[in-house]
């Protein structure tokens, strides 16, 4: 069932959990990710980021998307992750996404408050919930591989609370990612995250908050996060990464057994699709552990 992301936030805020928010370039993620939601009983969002265009072109993500949220038994959220640009905005709301992250955090605050207001225009008339940040991680996106880090390493500036309360005010937005330690990409050494500076965004502002750069966090990390108001988590770089390693174990056990074996591209994606469904629910159900405990 496809539903929209202030919807699912929502739910999230109300049993104290923190919703998975899943980037799936591929087919076999977007599958993956619908399967561990209805395995799992737990509400999802699938995310297509800006910067994934070339792994997978909006309209495939959008078509996709819809059809696998609207034949599951599973709350779906399709969410347009890090769009620094109000068109491919309204493009993704077009082709049926129901939430928008519009990431205006590496602009001057007056201008990230300027197109954050035109982003909730945009998004109301679609029925549609609107995430934005503010404050940096540093590290972007789809940025290189070896970034990562800690976030001081990254150049991270941290959500300032009474900042984020006037942000919220002027905006409109639905739910806001902060920054207070996490980075994007691979950690390279220990994530030491500020939940000072998180407890007082919380105390400050009234919406569902966000953490970026979820992948490394330890799972007491995630639930100390989410009881201080986290109600999304994307979660990505790890996921693709044990991915891959089982699709390698797969090749070098398959050539070790016989040099001659030829390996296809399906027992590549199937191998993939398989670690991708069991890591997803694995994540989802720590992101749940909390589940109704006093916040």
Known sequence: MLINLRDACAIAEQTNIALAAVNTP???AMRAAVEAAEE?????????????????PLAVAGSLGVALAEHSSAL??????????????????EYGFTGVMFDGSSLPYERNVE???????????FDAG??????SMGSRECGATSQGGTAEDAG????DPDQAQAFVAATGLDILACSFGTVHGLYRGEPHLSFDVLEQIRERVKVPLVMHGGSGVSDDDYRRAINAGIRKINYYTYGVKYAGE??????????AANPNDVIYWHDMTSVAY???????????????SNADSAA
């Open 26 to 28: 591929s087919l076999e």
């Open 40 to 56: 799992t009983g737990y509400p999802i969002i699938i995310s297509h980021a800006e910067g994934h265009e070339s792994l997978m």
């Open 76 to 93: 779906v959220c399709l969410h347009l992750d890090h769009c620094e640009h109000l068109s491919y905005a309204r493009r993704a709301l």
């Open 115 to 125: 197109l954050s207001q035109a982003a909730a225009e945009m998004c109301s008339s």
């Open 130 to 135: 609107l995430e934005c940040e503010l404050g």
């Open 156 to 159: 991270a500036v941290y959500t």
């Open 246 to 255: 089982a699709v390698r174990a797969m090749i070098d056990d398959r050539v």
């Open 274 to 288: 398989v670690t991708l469904r069991d890591t997803f629910a694995q994540v989802m159900r720590v992101f749940a």
